[in-house]
């Protein structure tokens, strides 16, 4: 959100699509709700006040499924377990979210029902007949063009042919505003090659869609007609207007949704008079052996299985590092092990070791004084790189770039060689390479915020800001506390 008397960012909202809960969190869902995180603890850090909302859709037959399969005595009380275990899962992989919606909570229901009243009011709103191709994975209808030898492309299984008398929204009526806004506002949807994609579907004309569903046993009543519930999707997109003080925000969605988020939300947000979404940012699918993780092809891999055999933030870098956002990347615990041995242990982990022991060696482990600022110049220049990359969600460029300022800090060290060192000259020498570090550190912290901290800690820095990127704040005589190495090398299993 801009402040027009200041021209600057007054508020940054981000949100990740609401997850059904027919399973626990995937790697794939991790992903999502990792980037979200990554920019919401990048903006609070440069202070920027910050909304982090995710949460649950619970009111889908998907839902229903799943507390039947697994014997539960209601679905609401299958919901709330599934909730709870949402919860934990994300507060164990240190996700910083600052909302959790849940689509069964009344004030949620409250918001459905006024958002539907104001579509209705503007006339948006019609019963009719609908006969279609609906995929129970996707819980959305398909058109003969989106199928891939009559299966969905997503779940790999035929739609069934359903007919049934719904209420539908005029999705049609939007069609020409909507291409009007993605021509007016060119990162409107992000990245380019997903713009192109809704661009090309708005000119192939929108159909009305199906708002509701009848005789279903779970869901939002429908305001006009008892019979019917709302369906889920249009429900499930009202959630993103649960913070009204931070809307509009950037809603981050993966490809695959990419569809519903770029025509039918827009389209009823114009409807009923809200503001359309700061950006709609679509990332790539993760992959297993080619295929999209997902739990229901079975091949879902579960996060918090593989933090605690390789730690956090060595997944969080690898899931931001190895793949360009936007693509589709393939998880691979080999690539994950070799770039924790490669760029973590051998390169930051090493740098924060050998300048630690230096200090503690040379000068009783206490900050020395300088008089030179030998890597000042190439850590502001990294951090300007590392920004502008963070603000074009290129988060594998930003960490390459704070790996090169890691590669010039040991580089600086070959060349100097502090072990002949003595005095004054050493001390320039390590007190470079603790400013140094400590720009790696404060970078670091929107990425790995665990290992950031460990770092600053050692540095005797317990608070810190984005005020903090200036060079020189050191102080002569802060005692290090240096800790133990902070990545072991990982056998290949």
Same mark, same amino acid.
């Given at each position: 959100m801009f402040d027009a008397k200041s021209g600057q960012v007054s508020t940054f909202y981000i949100t990740t699509p609401i997850y059904y809960i027919n399973d626990l969190p995937h790697i794939g869902s991790y992903y999502t709700t990792l980037v979200a995180d990554v920019l919401a603890r990048w903006n609070r850090l440069k202070g920027i006040k910050t909304f982090f909302l995710t949460g649950l859709d619970e009111n889908s037959i998907k839902t229903v499924k799943a507390a039947k399969e697994k014997k539960y005595p209601n679905i609401q009380k299958y919901a709330d377990e599934m909730a709870k275990q949402w919860l934990d899962t994300w507060k164990r992989l240190n996700v910083s979210f600052d909302g959790f919606v849940r689509t069964t909570d009344e004030k949620h229901k409250k918001n459905v029902i006024n958002f539907f009243a104001k579509v209705y009011e503007k006339g948006d709103i019609y019963k009719g007949k609908y006969s279609g191709l609906y995929c129970e994975g996707c819980e959305t209808f398909l058109t003969e063009s989106e199928l891939e030898k009559g299966l969905c492309p997503i779940h790999k299984k035929k739609p069934k042919e359903i007919i049934e008398e719904n209420y539908f929204f005029k999705l049609s009526k939007y069609q020409k505003a909507l291409l009007e806004h993605i021509e007016k506002n060119p990162d409107f949807i992000y990245p380019e090659t997903r713009k192109n994609e809704v661009v090309s579907l708005l000119k192939q004309g929108l159909r009305d869609v199906s708002?509701?569903?009848?005789? !279903?046993?779970?869901?939002?009543?429908?305001?006009?007609?008892?019979?019917?519930?709302?369906?889920?999707?249009?429900?499930?997109?009202?959630?993103?207007?649960?913070?009204?003080?931070?809307?509009p925000g950037i809603n981050l969605i993966g490809k695959d949704i990419l569809r519903i988020h770029a025509t039918i939300w827009p389209a009823m947000l114009l409807s009923a008079g809200y503001p359309l979404p700061k950006q709609i940012v679509a990332h790539g699918f993760l992959t297993v052996n080619g295929r999209k993780i997902s739990k229901s092809l079975g091949n879902a891999i579960d996060p918090i299985k593989i933090s605690e055999k390789y730690g956090l933030d060595s997944l969080r870098y690898f899931l931001l590092r190895e793949t360009p956002f936007g693509e589709d990347g393939d998880f691979s615990e080999k690539a994950l092990i070799n770039r924790t041995n490669g760029e973590l242990a051998d390169q930051l982990g090493n740098l924060i070791n050998r300048v630690l022991v230096l200090v503690e060696k040379n000068f009783n482990g206490e900050i020395p004084f300088h008089e030179n600022n030998d890597l000042e110049g190439a850590s502001v220049a990294i951090l300007r790189e590392m920004e502008e990359d963070i603000e074009k969600f290129k988060f594998n460029e930003a960490l390459n770039h704070i790996l090169f300022l890691v590669a010039e800090a040991n580089k600086y060290i070959d060349e100097k060689k502090p072990w002949t060192l003595k005095d004054e000259d050493l001390?320039?020498? !390590?007190?470079? !390479?603790?400013?140094?570090?400590?720009?790696?550190?404060?970078?670091?912290?929107?990425?790995?915020?665990?290992?950031?901290?460990? %770092? !600053?800690?050692?540095?005797? %820095?317990d608070k810190f800001s984005y005020k903090d990127f200036r060079w020189g704040l050191l102080k002569m005589g802060t005692k290090i506390k240096r800790e133990e190495i902070l990545f072991k090398k990982v056998e290949h299993g």
């Open positions: 708002i509701s569903r009848p005789d !279903l046993e779970w869901g939002i009543e429908f305001p006009i007609d008892k019979k019917h519930k709302f369906w889920v999707w249009f429900d499930a997109l009202i959630n993103y207007l649960s913070q009204e003080d931070y809307w001390a320039d020498v !390590l007190y470079n !390479l603790l400013e140094c570090i400590r720009f790696i550190a404060l970078m670091l912290n929107p990425f790995m915020p665990g290992t950031s901290e460990k %770092i !600053l800690r050692q540095l005797g %820095i």
